[in-house]
């Protein structure tokens, strides 16, 4: 097994390894760590069947279940509760998958649940010629440098996840009564790594608890350019055989545009987190008072 890192922000390449196969304690060890080393990891040329996929995302957990919508009743549904089938295919007028169509913005994996996802496993079957690349960012080099007067403003705050992508009401404001959210820490403490990330996202972060609206609204699209900055990025361009597994903890994603006439489909399998989440402390303000 080699570590090959694809950025200095975050990301590396595990070559050596063919995952149609039984992985060894050692190596189960061994990826672990360096997953929790470079928080996105990157299998090339892996022919997983859904059983392949399923025994390498056990190795680190339960398999979270997928909430699709009621309209999906094909493949997608065929392959059972824990599988998301991300695609923009359709079949006869309906898709066989979620997240179909376009760029998206930001975000980490089911930040609106009160115990979200740790891990997001996605498997590549049909890839366009162009576009549908992943970008991702590294959210503990985000929060470690954030300004201290920020930090002083968010340390021990909540931000308020929305399921609905920014749906809003006719207020213009979310749902709290009858919407699918939940408070997370801003600054969120990794239960293995020690580490505190910046857990916010712009696709899904709504607004800081405790802040006037202006304000919170004003510092969210501070964090959120700030978050996006190209050195804590690396894009990953997909081929098909690509297994590419990140850390929901500490990172967050955006997807490229592609041309909607060419068919795109990955498998997803999600891993359940064993642990709370933990407020952390803003990296350095700590040393920055004293």
């Known amino acids: 097994m080699e570590v090959v890192p694809l950025s200095d922000a975050i990301g590396a390449e595990i070559r050596g390894l063919d995952l149609t196969q039984p992985l060894d304690e050692g190596t189960v ?10 928080i996105v990891l990157v299998f090339r040329d892996q022919d997983l069947d859904l059983e392949s996929h399923n025994r390498f995302a056990e190795y680190f957990g339960e398999v979270g279940k997928h909430m699709r919508p009621k309209s999906i009743r094909n493949e997608s549904a065929e392959l059972g509760p824990n599988v998301m089938l991300v695609s ?20 980490s994996d089911t930040p609106y649940r009160e115990n979200p996802d740790k891990y997001t496993t996605l498997y590549a079957m049909e890839i366009p010629s ?24 968010l340390a ?36 293995e790594t020690g580490r505190t990330a910046l857990y916010v996202s712009e696709l899904m ?26 050195k804590f ?10 297994l590419v597994i990140w850390d929901n903890r500490c990172s967050i994603h955006a ?7 060419e068919r795109r489909k990955l498998r ?23």
């Not at 162009?130 to 403003?153: H, M, P, R, W």
């Not at 990025?233 to 690509?242: A, F, I, K, N, Y």
């Open 130 to 153: 162009t576009g549908g690349n992943t970008i991702f960012g590294n959210c503990y080099l985000a929060a470690e440098t954030l300004s201290e007067d920020v930090k002083q403003k």
């Open 233 to 242: 990025l690396h894009e990953h361009v997909w081929r098909p055989g690509d």
């Open 205 to 230: 972060t709504e607004e800081i608890e405790g802040l006037p609206e202006d304000e919170s609204r004003e510092i969210l699209e501070l964090l959120f350019e700030h978050q996006s900055q190209q």
């Open 255 to 261: 997807r490229t545009d592609f041309p909607e006439t």
């Open 268 to 290: 997803r399998l999600t891993i359940v987190d064993e642990n709370p989440v933990m407020m952390g402390e803003p990296p350095g303000l700590e040393v920055a008072a004293q």
């Open 88 to 107: 923009n295919i359709r079949e006869n007028g309906k898709p066989i998958g979620s997240l179909p169509d376009g760029e998206m913005m930001f975000h």
């Open 156 to 191: 021990g705050r909540k931000a308020v996840h929305v399921f609905e992508y920014g749906a809003v009401t006719k207020s213009g404001k979310f749902d709290r009564d009858n919407g699918r959210w939940w408070a997370q820490p801003v600054f969120r403490k990794h239960p």
């Open 29 to 38: 060890v061994a990826v672990r760590q360096a997953w929790n080393d470079h």
